[in-house]
């Protein structure tokens, strides 16, 4: 398989407070990546770094075989997207105008957009079943319709690599369900994609691959499965999670919980007596 | 995956001209409607004025002064220098003000990514304000006032952005508060100059402040002119990455542009538009921060075009506004009264009305 992104050695600090620490990794092409780790980890600064919005002082980043040191940004942009954390911007752009803001890579001239353009951030919108918001005003969206727009855009954008940054966090159950069965389509696309979060029953559920990462740097990487184990869990949230198989389903819930369920069930089935 | 789509979608759509859903067809319309308005006002202002002269007059007058002969020695010579030397180099200037200042304010508010932003917030004003006040206290000194103001309106934004600029980035808020800053020194400046003036120069100096066409001639438009369309040019250029960039730094990088460079070129120029406009004319409030709001109401916040549409409307507004100050009583009225008389009760409607969707 083809490596999509290489991480190899970063480093970074803010003055004299060290956040990145000899973080290697990498990602194949066509894979969704799951970037896992507490908060305060490192994990933002990581997705900075790998954008070049912070320049790192040791290491490199290669995507699609070339040094992003060697990218000029708007090479860049033609290589990887990025999907922020949603927020709103302070014009009401139309949902179908900041799709379109994808094409900017690709626009040229003055007035720049074409027809293709404008087809291009339409389908996108189609591809996320999305269509229907295309003439609402995005600032007024709910937090999950604007992170799908930013997908869109993203999609739009028509790069190999998408990384996304922590999709979820705001949104509610259903909202996050849709969100990554929807990543799950991309990724099948053919487009790699990094994504982080800091819910491990996310990860596990839908990654290919996942990136563990905690204060003292990456500690562990590889299929789900093997990568998010009790050990691991332990290691980061010192002791606090439980991992347990429902229906071949992997599920990571707190230990305080699985004890407290275990011990109800125990009087439950007392009870009757 | 986009082959695929892209070929239903064209065979879908093999009868349809335009891409269904996302035609900028009405919003040109709208910006040649804009430009027949701002043609039309200019027109009418012309005949308007304290002097009655026909319109058949005036227009005549005007293409005697436009043939090639220029042969106006069967005119009325009174009514050649009120129509050409006074009212349409007034006319002129009325609208390439208002469109310098409308298209700085709609590409200030961009930047800044806030919709409350007007050209003065860096201190331009200011700055401008103690080099006339300078030039009006010292004039043996001081030779010209406009170039004073200039000067002083360069000064006070570099100044804010040298404040502003740490370790090789210049952060909007403190950007922001550089110009805040700069601007409060100024004016404490040209309180010391009005405190010290003497009478004639204060009244000049109060006179200034509150803006005007009063003196207008050839020599400012044919300066000003060749400035703010230059200007105005590259910036309509960049009205697509200015949609870009009012998304936030990050977004704007990966997006494919450089944020820094990009706000450098379109700060720079929106600030130059304004020290030209404010030095040539004084300080002429709410033209700045209202009229790019006026436009996205009817286009839309797309920069490509609000900026030449603000500035459209911000001719017409300063033609009206200077066509009332110059007709409404036998003196004069300092024009920036009326651009804030009619000005302020616009922004409390439109914050009433439309604040949530304007301004998120």
């Known amino acids: 398989m083809i490596l999509m992104l290489q991480v190899e050695d970063i480093h970074f600090n803010y003055g004299k407070n060290q956040i990145l620490k000899n973080i290697s990794f990498d990602v194949e092409e066509g894979l969704l990546c799951g970037l896992f780790g507490p908060n305060g980890c490192g994990k933002t600064t990581l997705f900075k770094c790998c954008m070049k919005f912070l320049k790192f002082h040791k290491g490199s980043v290669i995507m699609d075989g070339i040094d992003i040191k060697k990218h000029r940004i708007e090479d860049m942009a033609k290589v990887v997207a990025y999907v922020p954390q949603e927020h709103k911007p302070p014009f009401p752009y139309l949902v179908k105008e900041v799709v379109l803001m994808g094409r900017t890579p690709h626009l040229g001239g003055f007035f720049g957009v074409k027809r293709a353009d404008k087809e291009k951030a339409l389908n996108a919108l189609e591809l996320l079943d999305i269509s229907h918001l295309g003439e609402q005003p995005y600032n007024q969206l709910s937090g999950g319709q604007r992170q799908m727009v930013l997908i869109a855009r993203a999609i739009a954008q028509e790069t190999k690599l998408i990384f996304l940054d922590e999709p979820t966090s705001a949104l509610d159950f259903s909202n996050q369900m849709r969100i990554w069965t929807l990543l799950r389509k991309v990724a099948e696309q053919g487009i790699t994609i990094l994504a982080c979060s800091h819910d491990p029953n996310h990860v596990t559920w839908f990654c290919d691959k996942v990136v563990v990462m905690n204060n003292n740097g990456i500690i562990s990487q590889g299929a789900p499965n093997h990568v998010i184990t009790e050990t691991i869990l332990d290691e980061i949230y010192q002791n606090m999670c439980t991992v347990r198989s429902l229906d071949n389903v992997k599920m990571i819930l707190p230990r305080d919980v699985a004890v407290k369920k275990r011990l109800d069930t125990k009087t439950d089935a007392r009870a009757p007596n | 995956m986009f082959k695929r789509l892209k070929h239903t979608n064209i065979l879908e759509r093999m009868n349809n001209h335009d891409v269904k859903g996302f035609s900028d067809m009405r919003k040109f319309v709208i910006l040649c409607i804009l430009f027949a308005v701002m043609v039309l006002a200019a027109a009418f202002a012309m005949v308007l004025g304290a002097y009655n002269i026909s319109f058949v007059d005036v227009y005549a007058t005007i293409i005697a002064n436009l043939s090639p002969l220029h042969d106006v020695s069967n005119f009325n010579k009174l009514h050649n220098t009120i129509i050409w030397d006074i009212r349409l180099p007034r006319v002129l200037l009325a609208i390439i003000v208002g469109a310098a200042l409308a298209t700085s304010g709609a590409v200030f508010q961009g930047c800044f990514r806030n919709p409350l932003v007007e050209p003065y917030i860096l201190g331009v004003s200011s700055g401008a304000a103690f080099g006339a006040a300078l030039g009006i206290v010292y004039p043996h000194i001081f030779f010209s006032i406009q170039i004073s103001a200039f000067i002083f309106a360069s000064i006070a934004v570099i100044a804010a952005y040298m404040l ?145 549409s603000a500035a459209m409307l911000g001719g017409i507004y300063l033609i009206i506004c200077d066509t009332m100050a110059r007709t409404l009583t036998t003196s004069e009225i300092p024009v920036g009264i009326i651009t804030s008389i009619l000005g302020a009760p616009y922004l409390f409607y439109l914050l009433r009305s439309k604040g949530s969707s304007l301004i998120g």
């Open chain 2, 164 to 308: 502003a600029r740490t370790r090789g980035q210049t952060p909007i808020v403190t950007l922001i508060l550089g110009g805040i800053i700069i601007g409060s020194i100024f004016s404490a400046l040209v309180s010391i100059l009005k405190y010290t003036a003497n009478d004639s120069s204060l009244r000049e100096i109060v006179f200034w402040l509150m803006g005007g066409f009063y003196y207008a001639t050839w020599d400012d438009v044919v300066i000003i002119v060749p400035i703010v369309s230059l200007s105005f040019l590259v910036l309509w250029m960049y009205g697509w990455k200015l949609n870009i960039l009012s998304m936030g730094d990050e977004e704007a990088q990966a997006l494919g542009i450089n944020p820094e460079k990009s706000k450098m070129i379109l700060v720079a120029l929106a600030t130059l538009i304004t020290a030209v406009a404010v030095s040539t004319v004084g300080i002429i409030a709410w033209v700045g921060l209202m009229m790019p709001h006026a436009t996205r109401m009817i286009l839309g916040p797309d920069h490509r075009f609000v900026i030449p």
